[in-house]
């Protein structure tokens, strides 16, 4: 069998820098519980490599950010890679907790893109995936930006204002918004483009598009990393026959790997290295030491 990994994948440079500022607190403030509000990068090993260092996340699917920040009284409170609301964020402040932004450049950037046109007297239509963290936080800063998360939502949405701005979440597929953009466009000729894919998620897709003469695409990553989600759509786009997605090396265990030629193996931008090495490894070797995971690795950059 011969095995690909597909250039690039993995960690992006936004989930590289959230890692290196919650490592950075655990140094600067050593006496000092950490929480990070939310999961840090979709990734739940990545969770459990900071919880070897006592760093607590604080997620729970009944509860806002804003009620989970309630619930810390002192200490450090890290914002993840996706984005903060920023009422939330003062609120922190005026809590008098230590707030350490890990919120990605390029999410920072789509943000300040939305609140200059709004404050130019325009509408935002926002594509993106409902409850996803950064298209909460982006559509926390005001009510005239407009979720649009398909094209029911386009044929159902009903913007008056002549000045619509057109844009979208980082980390969606190339092919899903360019249809959606189409049918916007065909409902609001006037409106303005700024498509927002962030490098990483372009070149990472673009990659998994140009394969040829696969068997099988291997897409390492959490449920819950839409990125990761969207590599494996890709993948089908591209017309490759198996696509299995993992969160790691010992679901292979359960995939039938006989008369396999050429397998690719990729990664979403929050997936740990590590976890894409081993998965490698093991389809290299079949080797069981690599179907164990040591969280002390998880956190290597």
Do not use: W
């Not at 960690?11 to 820098?17: A, E, P, R, T, W």
């Not at 403030?29 to 969770?47: A, E, F, S, T």
């Not at 607590?56 to 009284?73: A, P, R, V």
């Not at 591209?238 to 008369?259: G, H, P």
């Amino acid at each position: 069998m011969e095995v690909v990994k597909v250039i690039p994948s993995g960690y992006c440079k936004g989930v590289i820098n959230a890692i290196n500022k919650v490592k950075q607190a655990i140094k600067d403030y050593p006496d000092k519980q950490i929480y990070i509000l939310g999961m840090l990068v979709h990734n739940r090993y990545v969770v459990g490599g900071f919880q070897l260092n006592n760093v607590i996340t604080l997620s729970d699917k009944n509860k806002s950010k804003e009620q989970l920040l309630d619930d810390i009284d002192d200490g450090v409170v890290v914002f993840t890679a996706h984005g903060i609301d920023p009422k939330i964020k003062q609120k922190a402040i005026d809590k008098g907790l230590i707030v350490v932004d890990a919120t990605c450049s390029d999410v920072t950037k789509n943000a300040n893109l939305c609140l200059e046109h709004l404050k130019n007297g325009y509408d935002v239509a926002y594509i993106g995936k409902e409850n996803h963290p950064e298209s909460d936080a982006v559509l926390a800063l005001n009510e005239k930006i407009h979720l649009i998360t398909n094209i029911n939502d386009v044929n159902n949405t009903d913007i008056t204002n002549n000045k619509i701005l057109i844009t979208n979440q980082t980390t969606m597929s190339i092919n899903d918004i360019e249809t959606i953009i189409n049918a916007l466009l065909i409902k609001y000729p006037q409106a303005k483009v700024v498509e927002e894919i962030c490098s990483a998620t372009r070149t990472r897709q673009q990659a998994v598009k140009e394969l040829k003469d696969f068997d099988v695409l291997i897409v390492v990553g959490d449920p819950n990393s839409n990125n990761t989600t969207q590599l494996a759509n890709i993948g089908k786009q591209a017309n490759i026959k198996n696509i299995y997605k993992i969160e790691n090396s010992l679901e292979l265990t359960s995939i039938n790997l006989d008369n396999i030629s050429k397998v690719a193996v990729t990664s979403g931008a929050s997936t740990p290295n590590y976890l894409t090495q081993q998965v490698i490894d093991y389809l290299k070797t079949r080797d069981e030491q690599y179907l164990k995971v040591d969280l002390e690795k998880i956190l290597d950059l």
